[in-house]
């Protein structure tokens, strides 16, 4: 099955950017999601279809897909960035073919 | 702007079955060309898709729980559920239901609030 690595923490101080990082196989012919959840809420999606973003989502939340590495990328950012991003794609050649990351802390210092 | 709520029994017993439904609402038809589907979080730990059921009713099932996981669709209700047979304490979880988009490359772009359920006697 597809497998998709993200470091387990990231680490930021207010004001600074933030880059996690998603990799996988052959990321180049596939669109990378990005899901935000804080503690005790449901996710929800912040970046699709490797740099798009939902509506009320701000314009800090961007993303890039190069290679065998997906990246999202916060800017400027701010203590309610704190929480668990996880990335996903669409593999179609998986039985169950969500298959999502398993997740990285982004902590605010 | 579709809504979708968790709804069942908060504690199971162990060898039981789990049984979950969403009901989603607000102007949304479960009949639409969507994937509904079942993610659960065990407690500290990251998602874990359980499955999907598209609106004409073929599903993908997570091949590590395929031999106990029902997904069904009542489009009478506009609902649709999960049925997880046989759980163990490694059952216990936040299980949430979401729409996902079914063009190009689908993500969950709607998610209900969760619902803990725990495994014990």
């Known amino acids: 099955s597809y497998v998709l690595t993200q470091p387990p923490s990231v680490s930021v101080a207010p004001g600074q950017t933030a880059r996690i990082t998603c990799g996988g196989n052959?990321?180049?012919?596939?669109?990378v999601h990005w899901y935000q959840q804080k503690p005790g809420q449901a996710p929800v999606l912040v970046v699709y279809d490797d740099n798009d973003r939902p509506s009320g989502i701000p314009e800090r939340f961007s993303g890039s897909n190069s290679g065998n590495t997906a990246t999202l990328t916060i800017s400027r950012v701010e203590a309610g960035d704190e929480a668990d991003y996880y990335c996903q794609v669409w593999d179609s050649s998986s039985d169950l073919p969500w298959v999502f990351g398993g997740g990285t802390k982004l902590t605010v210092l | 702007q579709v809504q979708l709520k968790e709804s069942g029994p908060g504690l199971v017993k162990p060898s039981e079955t789990l049984s979950l439904t969403c009901t989603v609402s607000g102007g949304s038809s479960i009949s639409s060309a969507y994937y509904w589907g079942w993610i659960r979080q065990p407690p500290g730990k990251g998602l874990e898709c359980i499955g999907s059921i598209y609106f004409s009713g073929s599903t993908f099932y997570n091949p590590s729980l395929k031999s106990r996981v029902t997904i069904s669709i009542d489009m009478s209700k506009n609902q649709f559920s999960l049925k997880l047979s046989s759980v163990t304490a490694a059952d216990t979880a936040v299980y949430y239901c979401a729409r996902s988009e079914a063009a190009g490359s689908p993500y969950f772009g709607s998610w209900g609030h969760g619902m803990l359920v725990t495994v014990a006697s």
């Open positions: 052959n990321f180049g012919s596939k669109s």
